[in-house]
């Protein structure tokens, strides 16, 4: 199973151009599930609607109940912004948590599940987006929690370990990503663990998705380094299912001459 998280900057840069950079760049990928970040949805459009038809998958779409901030960045009042899954099966269940913070930093995050009707099994799958300032690692920790309890309600039924996607605007030594996975700390919810898929990466690999290469990527926010994850519940499911083969980065320079976002992609292979 072919697993795909992706942050895809909403509205911002050439976005129409962009557009077709991030299919072209799916459809060569052939992915079987895909977890995206800040997708829009405006004038009757959605890009993950637009992309999910491409492609030949289901979608599922959760827009941000408070897009305001984000409206205010582009100077446009009616785009909508969202966190949507495409898959490859149909999309059985679904449910949306929003994503606390404190006033000064809510715009409307939130962590959408999809259960996917995969023959052999169904796959409790998530994608979130974390937020994004660069202090806000206690903000982070709480919504890491919620994550945690928001999986646990829904991961039953299945042997395929709950698959967890998103731009959690952590590294991937944060206080957050250490909580959420619980395999460094005491775990969020008592006994609930996940492996990030990278650590099964070839350790000479480029690993940032948040790259200073990216001509779209503020230097000033930073060194280059990886934010996006592609999470699987621990252990792996009694045939194998879950178990990690193989991970990479995807979309990380032009396609048709144009960057697809300012983040990279997260490409994983799973047993199942």
Known sequence: ??????????????????????????????????????????????????????????????????????????????????????????????????????????????????????????????????????????????????????????RHGTGFPPVVTGDFNARPDSDEIRLFSGTRTAPAVPGQVFFDAWEYADPAAPSATWDTTNPYVHAGLGPSVRVDYVLVGAPAGPEGEGTVLDVRRAGHGPANGVWPSDHAAVVADLEG
């Open 1 to 154: 199973m072919r697993v795909v998280t992706w942050n895809l900057w909403w509205r911002f840069g050439p976005w129409r151009e962009r557009q077709k950079a991030i299919l072209a760049v799916l459809r060569e990928l052939r992915p079987d599930v895909v977890g995206l970040q800040e997708v829009w949805a405006a004038d009757g459009e959605n890009l993950a609607e637009w992309l999910a038809g491409a492609l030949g998958m289901h979608c599922a779409w959760a827009p941000s109940p408070a897009p305001e901030r984000w409206r205010r960045r582009i100077d446009d009042p009616t785009a909508d912004i969202g966190t949507a899954v495409l898959s490859r099966w149909p999309v059985t269940e679904r449910d949306v948590l929003r994503l606390s913070a404190p006033d000064d930093l809510d715009d409307g995050r939130l962590a959408l599940y999809a259960r996917l009707a995969r023959p052999g099994g169904p796959v409790p799958f998530f994608t979130t987006h974390f937020t994004s300032a660069l202090h806000a690692s206690a903000v982070r920790c709480q919504q890491a929690a919620a994550l945690a309890e928001f999986v646990a309600a829904h």
